[in-house]
């Protein structure tokens, strides 16, 4: 299956790109470096323990291994200064009952994060965990559109370490900067289970930075509940 996946992956990435891909960028958990801005009220641990019924860490062990946003989750985002075209993503994550961050490749289109364990399949929005978050225009009606639901709820528990694996397409550009081709997610899946295929992304999610470019840099969202990352692997295609 998942040989499978990968061919449908490779057949919707462009024929130009080269047969041997740059290395993985692995961001470092053993101590806060790799990001832009203001990482101050980040910090690395060895262990946490978070609550199954409030939005807080019960537990946070010192050390390295596992990067956090503090006790509150109340932090400023994380913006690499690594920056990618194509890539495949493998991000590891835990978070507490209710909490709320995500992921935006090329700080512009996010998969968002969300305690969105026990929600029927049917309730789904692209604002639960795994989701493909909506865009935003304040002078439409609705002012939000567009945006994916996950197919299936593939959440774990809150406490409960989960894995998002993320093919992404960057947007293309012709020589005069006019844009080709949209952003794609190829490929996403939570937990090992595939809950998006072939998604095109026509513009930002909300929230993320306006225009387009064909490489730009990671941000995680910091500010929206505790969440912890012990792997951040992106690796160039």
Known sequence: MKRLLLLLAAALLPASLPAEPGPP?????TKVT??????????VASAVA?????????????GTGILLNGNAGKAHDLVSEFEH???EAEIEF???KGSNSGVYFQNRYEIQILDSFGKPADKLGPGDLGGIYQRWDENR?????????????AAKPPGAWQTLHVIFRAPRFAADGSKTANARFVLVELNGVVIHR?????????????????KGPIRVQGDHGPIAFRKLVFKPL
């Open 50 to 62: 978070a609550s199954p019924t409030d939005k807080v860490w019960t537990k946070v062990t010192p």
């Open 198 to 214: 072939d998604v095109e992304v026509t513009g930002p999610t909300r929230g993320g930075l306006p225009g387009e470019v064909a």
């Open 141 to 153: 009606q609705p002012k939000g559109f567009e945006g994916t639901k996950p197919s299936a709820n």
């Open 85 to 87: 075209g194509d890539v």
């Open 25 to 29: 960028h692995v961001f470092d958990t």
């Open 34 to 43: 790799g990001w832009t801005g203001d990482p101050s009220d980040w910090t």
């Open 94 to 96: 835990l978070y507490p």
